[in-house]
């Protein structure tokens, strides 16, 4: 039996009354199951008096253990002490030094765009925020909050209303004062808007939000969009509302804007007549760097205390759209063509050179500058078609459609290279070149008329010289000085071709002093044949 089974036995056998009986089985039993306890007794204490004495053993290691690692402890302890007595005073030291860190800012700089991507004519809004090193808000009173100087690699910085600010040499920098944010703004425009109004800069921008058609985006979103090139249906769309914007008489903001623009860059502008080159986006791209100055006196030995950049793009839509509006010309030929035709007196050059003048300079009186590209290239077309439009064209109509060809000519590099303020053209500056254009033609004329006559005498020279021969031994005297005399009047031929050749067709200053010039020569001609005797 188990003990447990001897123990539940035990158990059964309690409460027995006196005079209780006992059987010899049950007695033999009982004894059995008191010595089974018993020994087992015996046998579990003799086992827990072995664990006993291992686990105090196990104790006494401990103990030892622990007392030496706790001298080792002490040792380190008191060694560890000692280091951080030495790293107090190093701590500060190098509390000293870092102090003044934390003085510095930490500038960040964004844009409202994702891409900080803008179309020209808008303006980019740029934001810096000052903060401490950790990035946590200053904490200052308002008006002790840094200053923050703005410097642009292209482009023009302007103020943004609200801040205080001092601008710098050519709009290239400005300094604003943070304010109790730790924000400082500035707006970045393109370069040549320079000229421009500020209402009229807000005007080219509010035109470029004019929706297109039903796309639901702007004509700067239009621009801006992606795999877009210049030729793209919406873009067309966008250049006819930018053209008619730019073709009003109410306000000049457009003409302004892209006049000057068409102005500042002459390579591009005299290449911009073939549209075909123009099928990608021009970007123009600005850095613009923000330092973070304790103050803006500029008396205060303070350097930079924290700076950032960011980089902004304009995309030029402007030549693609001179390219595209240029184009349009041919639908002003009909009128100019009606106009020359009509202004036509077949019986004087004069008259006709006149009239057509004064209309073209009617005509462009009150354009823009690339509108006035637009209808010399109108009325050059015209020109071209006009003699076939006549039943019967005078016999100077060739040399009055060459002359007024050239005046315009002249007249679009006039405009090219004359550089107005904010891109309007000065009135009537034609009239020189056209002058210029018909004086010339008239004493071209006239010279042509004087060689032919001068030529009809060398001739009429060439026969009486050769009828002296003849008479060899009478006139050898007169032969002698007649040779002498040919020989001058070819001398003099060659000298006025010559002049007629040099004659500078846009200074008539010139060309009235060329001519005197020429017949003066021609009338010592004249007089050296009418002295040659007769032979």
Known sequence: MAIGEEITYLETQENKGPGYLIKAQDWNKFVHAVIVIGETLVTHQAKTEQQFEALNTRVENLQNNFETHRDKVTAELVELRSLIQGLDGRCEVLETKVDPLNQFYKVTMETKTINNYFAMGQAAEITATVTDLHGNPLELPTNQMPWVDF????????????????????????????NGSGVA?????????????????????????????????????????????????????????????????????????????????????????????????????????????????????????????????FRDWITPWICDYLQTFETLVPQYLNTFVSGIKKTSFETSMNRLQTEVNNSVREAPVIGKQRHYSAMQRSLSQVKSQMSEPPEFMDRLSQSLNSGISMQKNLDISWHPPCGKAVVDVQEPAFEAITQ?????????????????????????????????????????????????????????????????????AEIKSKMNEIQASIGGIMTEILKTPPG
């Open 151 to 178: 410097v642009s690699t292209w482009g023009r910085l302007k103020p943004v209303a609200g801040f205080k600010s001092r601008g710098g040499v050519a709009d290239r920098s400005i300094s604003v004062q943070a």
């Open 185 to 313: 703004m500035v707006y970045l425009r393109v370069e040549h808007s320079d000229e421009l109004s500020e209402a009229e800069e807000n005007g080219v921008e509010a035109a470029l939000q004019a929706p297109v058609g039903d796309t639901g985006l702007s004509i700067a979103s239009t621009i801006l969009s992606k795999n877009v090139t210049p030729g793209n249906a919406n873009v067309k769309s966008a250049f006819s509302l930018i053209q008619n914007e730019y073709e009003r008489s109410d306000w000049g903001a457009m003409q302004s804007f892209a006049d000057t623009y068409y102005m500042r860059i002459p390579k591009r502008s005299i290449n911009i007549h073939n549209p075909n080159t123009i099928s990608t986006w021009k970007d123009y791209r600005s850095i613009v760097t923000a330092f973070a100055k304790a103050d803006a006196d500029p008396r205060t030995p303070d350097q930079s205390r924290g700076s950032s950049s960011i980089q902004v793009s």
């Open 440 to 508: 010339t033609n008239t004493f071209v004329a006239l010279a042509q008329d004087l060689i032919i006559q001068v030529k009809e005498s060398v001739k009429t020279m060439d026969t009486r010289v050769t009828g002296m021969n003849d008479s060899v031994s009478l006139l050898n005297t007169r032969m002698a000085s007649t040779e002498s005399t040919g020989q001058m009047i070819r001398t003099s031929l060659s000298s006025i071709e010559d002049k007629v050749l040099d004659i500078d067709v846009t200074k008539p």
